[in-house]
């Protein structure tokens, strides 16, 4: 996927385009994920607080309820529903790189979700600091976890 693909397909409202080598690389990614939060390894961000808090182990179970919630900040003006099918597919195509965890499920749903012209995440524009992504990327998701 490159720049150009990625503006097209945002601006026509098109799905990217997802090869089977996409599907098995998140799979794998994602049953690598359960392992770690099955382990008794601390894992940076994965079976750990992230931040400061960094040596304090956390349940996975409650692990990705309380990432997002920590991450939900924000306000003001949201983006729209053409700049956040921008936001969307680039966090599809950043997924499709391999290395996230997420699910192939999660990852299908946002993909179909791109071209949705109902769907409209509330991704305040003023959210985001040093850590990029993170926080518009919770406003993103919290609809599907």
């Known amino acids: ?12 409202k ?3 385009s997802v090869d089977d080598a996409v599907y098995e690389r998140l799979a794998a ?13 601390s894992t940076y961000g994965f079976n750990t607080l992230v931040g400061h808090k960094d040596n304090e182990k956390i349940d ?6 309380q990432l997002l919630k920590s991450h939900l900040i924000g306000f003001g003006e949201k983006f729209s529903k053409k700049e956040a ?13 391999g290395g996230t965890g997420v699910s192939v499920e ?3 749903k946002l993909h179909l979700n791109a071209v949705d ?3 409209n995440p509330a991704i305040p524009k003023n959210c985001s600091y040093s850590s990029g992504d993170v926080i ?3 406003h993103l998701l919290q609809d599907f976890i």
């Open 1 to 12: 996927m490159n720049l150009t693909q990625l503006v097209a397909s945002s601006l026509n």
């Open 14 to 16: 098109e799905l990217l």
């Open 29 to 41: 990614d994602y049953q690598l994920m359960q392992q770690i939060l099955k382990s008794e390894r």
């Open 60 to 65: 996975s179970d409650s692990y990705l309820n």
């Open 85 to 97: 099918r921008f936001i969307i597919n680039a966090k599809l195509c950043s997924w499709m790189a």
């Open 106 to 108: 999660t990852f299908k």
């Open 117 to 119: 012209l109902t769907f």
């Open 136 to 138: 518009p990327a919770t």
